[in-house]
């Protein structure tokens, strides 16, 4: 069978601050640059959730677009719209909410809701130039 990828594009607006608890503000700035404002920055980002597989013979979906529109609604866009990523979402309480993080925790958001037969695929752009790409494992 032949592998098909549908992508749906979603966008968020929140704030983050790229620090470590353990370090002081000399090193936070040395690493993270402006990103490690003590006051946080923000970004719009950009999130598109590809899911890959066979063409379902009955309803010539991968997955039907409603379905993942919803999910990335109710999962994403719910959980992280015009929120302080640092504190108001739990599951950076103690991890750095980088690009490269949010994107793993929206792939893991999101895999259980996805059939196990598809693929999964996150890319997440925190500016119009910087993105990062998540595939995970269905294993």
Known sequence: MKQVTVSRKAHFNAAHR??????????????????????????????IVSVTGEIDPETGYVIDMKVLKELIKNYVEDAFDHKNLNEQVPEFSSLIPTAENISVVIWEKLRPHIANKNDLSITLYETPRNYVQFSGTNQ
């Open 18 to 47: 790229l620090y470590r608890k353990d370090w002081s503000d000399t090193k936070n700035e040395e690493v993270f640059g402006k990103c490690s404002n003590p006051h946080f920055h923000g970004h719009n980002y950009e999130l």
